[in-house]
């Protein structure tokens, strides 16, 4: 698979110079759509299930009808996967409001939705899983309902990119009156005194797949985990910070604003869960029941 040459387009695989959408498409026009981004590891999909359970919860919280059963759209992505037969890749998910003429208003029932799905070549970041990553701080300036996996993404790419433009890999974003929530594309997670903090799932956070699955992973190796938002200065005062997502893996932080984190490399914790989290992808790939 080189980049994403197919693409499921409404109900059609085509090439991706033949995947054309008219440009009064809402997801365009209005970023009136949803969207999901699953992991395909050791050419395996990893807790696809979760991410369509979310999808579902994304849709119907902006009261759009999916125009699929579960089982329908597991079998594009499993059909998309068996064409392009990757070995690591992620999927790309998104439906949309459809096509109509401008009116924010929604358009008539008979307008379906349109679905987008492809594979996308997955970057496995071997030294900054290994070695940490820098990140910094920048105001969370999203809006009030972050639980949503909406296409709409504005504050996000512009804090990501004012990370990239001071050369660090995540902007860690913080929300007046309420403190640390997650990363722009990202959970985030701290450690100190041996104690776990991470944001609880709410309107301020995306409650990501991976987030639940390393909570289970602390769990289930004894690690108390307290669902609550830090503040800034504990943040900087943290002992291990680290960030999970489906493209992120378990990624430690060593740097924020440019002062080390602990002594700058990463922690025990966070390298515990991050070995528990990668042999948990594996057997989920070797299909070994988890
Ligand atoms: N981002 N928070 C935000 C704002 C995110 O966009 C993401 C995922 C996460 C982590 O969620 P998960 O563990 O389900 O991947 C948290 C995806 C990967 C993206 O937009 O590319």
């Not at 995306?206 to 985990?225: F, T």
């Not at 291990?240 to 932080?253: A, D, N, Q, R, W």
């Amino acid at each position: 698979m080189v980049g994403h040459l197919l693409i499921y387009l409404d109900g059609e695989y085509l090439d991706y110079s033949e995947a054309r959408l008219p440009v009064d498409e809402r997801g365009l026009q209005f970023a009136d759509g949803v969207y999901e981004v699953a992991l395909i590891w050791d050419g395996q999909y990893i807790d696809l299930d979760r991410h369509l359970q979310r999808l579902e919860r994304s849709a119907a919280a902006v009261e759009l009808t999916l125009p699929f059963t579960r089982s329908e759209i597991r079998a594009v992505a499993e059909e998309l996967l068996r064409r392009e037969g990757p070995r690591q890749a992620n999927l790309y998910l998104q439906v949309t409001r459809g096509v109509a003429p401008r009116d924010h208003r929604f358009p008539p029932n008979v307008v379906p939705p349109t679905v987008i799905a492809y594979l996308k070549d997955a970057h496995f970041d071997h030294d900054g899983v290994q070695n940490g990553v820098a990140a910094i701080t920048e105001p969370d300036l999203r809006w009030l309902r972050c639980d949503i996996k909406s296409v709409a993404l504005l504050p996000n790419v512009l804090a990501r990119q004012h990370a990239a433009a001071r050369g660090v890999r995540e902007a860690i974003l913080v929300r007046a009156g309420v403190g640390v929530t997650e990363g722009s594309a990202t959970n985030l997670w701290l450690v100190r005194h041996g104690s776990i903090v991470t944001a609880p799932e709410s309107n301020w956070i995306l409650s990501g797949i991976v987030r639940g699955v390393v909570m289970e992973l602390a769990r289930s190796e004894m690690l108390p985990v307290a669902e609550r938002f830090a503040t800034q200065e504990e943040l900087m005062q943290a002992d291990e910070v680290f960030l999970t997502g489906t493209t992120t893996f378990v990624t430690p932080i060593v740097e924020i604003d440019g002062r080390p984190i602990g002594d700058g490399t990463p922690g025990p914790v966070t390298t515990r869960l991050q070995e528990r989290y990668m042999e948990r992808i594996a057997r989920l790939a070797s299909h070994v029941a988890d």
